[in-house]
């Protein structure tokens, strides 16, 4: 019986990236990445990813993992694609319009002519990471703070955890996110990001927190040495290694039945 392959892509704020890879999550070309372009109505997302994949080799399924609240594939809300020019620009209000209830799983399997799975793009992720035993947190630092709970094995429903307010009205997204990298530099960054999962631990009660996305790479050694032995800090390339094996959770978990 020939391998599956699967059309692996990583939809950002910044970036969309994607690669093809076999069911050990083994890449079989170099990944691809290109700026997330602006404004995006669904329809240029649907062209984006296609466009990807005509320079990557043949796939027999797509995962897109995308920011926001993603049930059975279909927006529910997505926070950067309905902005004027990316995240904590403006936002359009026929872009949200657009988005709104929009199916992206079937426009995806239509275009490509295989079968597709939308998640939460740290849903992904987790997929990618999570070893499928206990309660799994897995907490993603890029553009903003993603979040994907795994209990042994299982998805979880999703929550919008970077939405929930942290400190004087401020949310997750805003305390975290990369805005306040930059500002505040790795250092501080880093302790807040140790002040985070010391706040959460007692609110989750995690057999493991898995700590992803392209800014996990910048926590200092210093909060390294002090998040505890139940954090694992783990590189960005779980968002397209978990396209792959996405497709293993249990079917009723990823709305496919």
Do not use: Q
């Amino acid at each position: 019986m020939s391998e599956t392959f699967t059309l692996a892509v990583d939809c950002g704020g910044g970036g969309i990236k994607a690669a093809v890879l076999d069911e050990a999550g083994t890449a079989h070309a170099a990944p691809v990445r290109v700026p997330t372009p602006y404004p995006l109505p669904p329809a240029l997302l649907v062209d984006t990813i296609a466009d990807i994949a005509t320079g990557l080799p043949r796939a027999h399924r797509v995962t897109v993992g995308m920011p926001g609240v993603i049930r059975h594939g279909v927006v529910v809300h997505t926070p950067h694609y309905i902005t004027r020019s990316g995240p904590r620009s403006r936002v359009e209000p026929e872009l949200r319009d657009a988005w709104e209830s929009f199916d992206v799983r079937a426009a995806v399997a239509e275009r490509l002519g295989i079968p597709a799975l939308v998640l939460n793009d740290a849903e992904v992720h987790g997929a990618g990471v999570v070893a499928g035993s206990g309660f799994e947190l897995v907490l993603t630092l890029g553009t903003g703070l993603g979040a994907a709970l795994f209990d042994g094995g299982r998805l979880a429903p999703h929550l919008e955890w970077s939405r929930a307010p942290v400190r004087r009205g401020a949310t997750y997204d805003e305390y975290i996110g990369e805005p306040e990298r930059r500002r505040l530099g790795d250092g501080l960054w880093s302790r807040r990001v140790l002040t985070m999962v010391e706040g959460l631990r007692p609110v989750f009660w995690w057999d493991r927190l898995y700590l992803g996305g392209g800014n996990s790479r910048r926590i200092t050694p210093t909060v390294l040495g002090r998040l505890g032995d139940d954090v694992v800090v783990v590189p960005n390339s779980a968002a397209l290694v978990g396209g792959a094996r996405a497709w293993e959770l249990p079917r009723e978990t990823l709305g496919l039945i």
